[in-house]
């Protein structure tokens, strides 16, 4: 792998790893702010998958549906089809804007954290 891929990778990483921070930071002590923090589970775990297909030499589309970048990388890796991303993909634009989306409780954004922490996990053990 040349550097200016390398370096690449790392970019989506660090960006990746800039929405982790935020969901950690969110959710520190009394959460008040659920939807946003949904909102950058969706974001790391988007991040995470691409970060693989990329990694792997997949060119990626412009696409916020976790359900399509995990078939993009089962093609790759099978294991990734035991992967349930619940509906993540929601939290992407729907969450972002009030009318026909619902308000998560802290209840189910930590739930969200448990889950786009997992992927991420499962990710990186994936690649290096």
């Known amino acids: 792998m ?3 891929i390398r370096q690449y990778l790392l970019q989506w990483k660090q960006r990746a790893n800039e929405d982790l921070l935020t969901i950690q930071r969110l959710s520190e002590g009394e959460m008040t702010a659920a ?3 949904c909102f950058h589970c969706q974001q790391l775990v988007e991040k995470y998958l691409k970060l693989f297909l990329l990694y792997h030499g997949v060119e990626i589309v412009k696409t916020h549906e976790i359900e399509f970048l995990l078939v993009e990388c089962a093609k790759l890796d099978k294991d990734f089809e035991t992967i349930d ?3 993540l993909s929601d939290f992407a634009v729907s969450a972002r804007y ?3 989306f619902y308000f998560p409780s802290d209840t189910e954004a930590k739930e969200y954290i448990e889950l ?3 992927i991420k996990d499962f ?3 994936k690649h290096p």
Do not use: T
């Open 2 to 4: 040349n550097e200016q």
């Open 116 to 118: 786009a922490i997992s």
């Open 98 to 100: 009030p009318g026909d």
């Open 35 to 37: 939807s946003s923090v």
């Open 85 to 87: 991303p619940k509906n």
């Open 123 to 125: 990710v990186e053990m």
